[in-house]
């Protein structure tokens, strides 16, 4: 897969990108206009890909901001990690505070679970919080990892600075705000994609769907959008077998192995799969290790392996997060809050927002997926290659 663009990513952070900004909005301050430095964004090509919704909000958030006066702010920005899944997060973030000329950093562990040192992501996490509230950051953008983090953000809530989850929310953290999909609903377009004689297609019922998910407690987001899937399915007259996925490093042929005794021994027999996440590929190892090539799957999110098995056309769709998108609005959305106050930048936010009406204490910022199918792969990987965003 060709790999184009500059990549920011080291060990345990990245560098600020920073770049002279202007704009055409006449600044409403006391201050001489020279003495203000205003953003001028770069907007995304326009492809059939391209969110617009979103590229229109940010637009009319940065006029908000620029009315407002400029002033630098102390940020950071907290990943899970930095390589694969986050590699596009961390550029669209890197990306939106150079152009909002933030002080701070976008930062991350490795992909290992435990350091040499034995520090685990988790805690190395809920330190580079203590070390932003210590350094008198003013906002904190985060992907936490549900209740291991929570007391640490509440702490820094506590603080009285402003923190936005993205990837993973901690609703009851005391956040103030949550950046992504809604993943009940991108498990139910998943199962739509599968469904879709146009993308998967299924045989009519009786048979058994798999989905390489999970439904544990410990983990809502993964269990709401398999739960999503679930759902979307139970309707049709198929009978839906979860297998639980297994992340841990060195669990792949395991995790495989528990697919491929499924498809053989499921009855009413396998029809289609659904992986529910990054490591969907494996449903395609073990639909070949149970000698089912023709099996119609659709996954989740652009690893590349993923993007391997779609261009020898063996994964029907993918789902794909917008990941870049997640770390370019998180630096806005905070400045926002600082500049504009919270409830102004609510009200630019509102038509990519859950229905607050609805859920008053939701507070998230719907940015949507992209369902890709296997026909359009090359157009999405041109769109990703565009912005920078391919993993």
Known sequence: ?????????????????????????????DKPTEEIALIKRDRTPVTEFTPEDIEETVDKLA????????????????????????EPIATGANRAMGELEAVGNVLGPTTQMVMDDGTTSQSLQNQQIANAIEDGAQGIGISPYDSLNEVSIRKAVESKLHVVTFDTDLKDSGRTLYVGAIQKEAGAKAAQALLDSKIGGLPPPPGTVVLHGDTSAQWYDGSQRTFGAMDALGKTGYTVQVVQAAFVNGQEDFDVGQLKSLIMSADPPVVGMIGMFNISYRCVMAAEAAGRPDMPIVTFDFDPKTVEYMQKERIKATIVQRQYYEGYLVPYILYGIEHIGLEATKEILRPLMVDENKMPDEHRVNIGVDVVPQDKFDEYNDFLDQIGSIQ
């Open 1 to 29: 897969m060709k790999m184009t663009g500059r990549r920011w990513m080291t060990a345990l952070g990245l560098m600020l990108m920073t770049a002279a900004c202007a704009a055409e909005d006449a600044p409403q301050s």
């Open 63 to 86: 006029n908000a901001i620029n009315r407002s006066g400029l002033e630098p702010i102390q940020m950071v920005v907290l990943l899970k990690h930095l390589s694969t899944f986050f």
